[in-house]
Each structure stands twice: as structure tokens, then as C-alpha cells.
């Protein structure tokens, strides 16, 4: 599965900025779907997820109530709809695939596939 993230950009705090991620190579209907993001000097960090459906994601604190997680499994695509933004938010956003079954949606090692990561920048 290849993943193709875009979307990112310079946005003042308190704006809003929607992340698109494309997958191609295969289908990701099956896959659980994630977002995290990772600021120099920083490990990488979770931000959200979704299950093969959409029926369930999942939050960073950090994110809860700001960014909502949804993919549209006909258009193999993931988004990250993000709200409020702030100036610690600036990171470099990838996203990530994993096959089923996946054993934990938080944490790096537990997908298998990457997008080149995009951008963004809050300014305050």
C-alpha cells in the first residue's frame, strides 16, 4: 500500500485545516487508518484512528474535541478534519495503514504502511 498525504500548510491560531491522505496500490477497506505527527527534537505521536469502518476512532487527548478522524473506503482516502488550531500543533502529519488484525491503534510499530508526511505550521 502506497500512502500519499497532502492538505498541510501555514494557518493562524484558531483556524482550521482539513489533512487528505490517498492510498493506492491496493484496497484499505480492511485497514484500521491513523494520523500522527512528529515535531523536531520529538517521537512521533499519535493523533487519531479509525477502524476499518469508521465505526469506532480514536483520540490523542491533544486532539479530542479539535479533530475529527473519517475515510471514505470507495475513495480509498483518509482525512483529518482539524479545528482550533495552535502553534503546538505544528508538526509534520503522516499517515499510516495497518492490516488486520491490529493489535494496538496508538502506537507506530503496529502499521505497516506510511505516507511521506506534510506540513503543517500554526502560527500564532
Known amino acids: 500500500v502506497q500512502l500519499q498525504a497532502s492538505g498541510g500548510g501555514l494557518v493562524q491560531a484558531g483556524g482550521s485545516l482539513r489533512l487528505s491522505c490517498a492510498a493506492s496500490g491496493r484496497t484499505v477497506s480492511s485497514y484500521a487508518l491513523g494520523w500522527f505527527r512528529q515535531s523536531p527534537g520529538k517521537e512521533r505521536e499519535f493523533v487519531a484512528a479509525?477502524?476499518?469502518?469508521?465505526?469506532?476512532?480514536y483520540y490523542a487527548d491533544s486532539a479530542k474535541g479539535r479533530f475529527t478522524i473519517s475515510r471514505d473506503n470507495g475513495k480509498n482516502t483518509v482525512y483529518l478534519q482539524m479545528n482550533s488550531l495552535k502553534p503546538e500543533d505544528t508538526a509534520v502529519y503522516y499517515c499510516?495503514?495497518?492490516?488486520?488484525?491490529?493489535?494496538?491503534?496508538?502506537?507506530?510499530?503496529?502499521?505497516?504502511?506510511w505516507g511521506q508526511g506534510t506540513q503543517l505550521t500554526v502560527s500564532s
Open positions: 479509525s477502524t476499518w469502518d469508521g465505526g469506532k476512532t
Open positions: 499510516a495503514a495497518a492490516r488486520p488484525p491490529i493489535s494496538s491503534y496508538y502506537y507506530p510499530p503496529f502499521y505497516d504502511s
